[in-house]
């Protein structure tokens, strides 16, 4: 079975840093493209970070202007697991994280919270 668990949000400060993990199960990461996605109460599920395949040239990622050069995704396909760190953070990325494979979109797990306040 396919399976998408996300992990790592909780509750920070403003400025501060997390790590969000998606570790995968019933198919192979390396295979896809990666993507990180939020979405805030009210609000559609944003698109904020895609790293490419392996079969891609290089290692591409690309992020939403909201997180350019404070997020940073990656992945280890060892642990078939991704990453997304957050940096600089604002209590505008207040939202439930999400992640998924692309282009053939599979269950979406149940995200995790991240909250920034003071």
């Known amino acids: 079975q396919v399976r998408l668990v996300e992990s790592g949000g909780g509750l920070v400060q403003p400025g501060g840093s997390l790590r969000l993990s998606c570790a995968a199960s019933?198919?192979?990461?390396?295979?896809?493209?990666m993507n990180w996605y939020r979405q805030a109460p009210g609000k559609e599920r944003e698109l904020l970070a895609t790293?490419?395949?392996?079969?891609?040239?290089?290692?591409?990622?690309n992020y939403a202007d909201s997180v350019k050069g404070r997020f940073t995704i990656s992945r280890d396909n060892l642990k078939n697991t991704v990453y997304l760190q957050m940096n600089s953070l604002k209590p505008e990325d207040t939202a439930v994280y999400y992640c998924?494979?692309?282009?053939?979109?599979?269950?979406w797990g149940q995200g995790t919270q991240v909250t920034v306040s003071s």
């Open positions: 998924n494979r692309a282009p053939n979109t599979v269950t």
């Open positions: 019933g198919f192979t990461i390396r295979t896809y493209a």
């Open positions: 790293i490419s395949s392996i079969s891609s040239a290089g290692s591409r990622t």
